[in-house]
């Protein structure tokens, strides 16, 4: 296998924001190298087996979940996670939360992982791009149903009042939502809207 040069590497990295272990070793640069350049100060470690030279991307509310997305291809950033980035809770993010299919393994101890199957699992995703990069994060209307089921009671209603007082919510698909996962909130956004 031919080691690239480190110009080139770093080339690379300023294009993706990032690179994995994984992408290293198919670029074939050994995980020895990369830990050198971050001790030279070079790369710097944003997490385990996610190596960039920059880290201003990491405050960006959404591409800050772009490493999770690359070491698991098939997460789907969704709860509190999904809340806040849509700002529909004031609860902390301790986490990353995501959803994963049963056969998937995660060893990141930095994410809360949820594992929906069918319908759950593939309704309302929503794909952002950067670069060769993709977040793949529920939309608004399945993460405040979600909420429902796996989040507090208090955390679900707030979100539920949050999305209710938005101009761009759209009532038909969140019903819809919630009736084809069998989570209704008919009479829970009737009852809010009556407290108004």
Partial sequence: MVMISQPKLLEYIKRHHFITLTEAQALGVSRMSLGRLVVKGELHRVERQVYSTELDWLTDPLKKYMPVCALMPDAVIC????????DLTDEEERKI???????????SSRCRVIRPSGLSLTLGIKKF?????EVRIYDQEKTVVDAFKYLT???????LKNYLKRKNKNMDKLLGYARRLKKPLDKTVKAIFSEE
């Fill in 153 to 159: 009671e208090e955390v679900a209603f707030k979100a």
């Fill in 79 to 86: 709860g509190i996670s999904a809340l806040t980035y849509y």
């Fill in 97 to 107: 939360w995501v959803a994963l299919p049963h056969e998937k393994r995660s060893r």
């Fill in 129 to 133: 791009h950067f670069g060769n990069r």
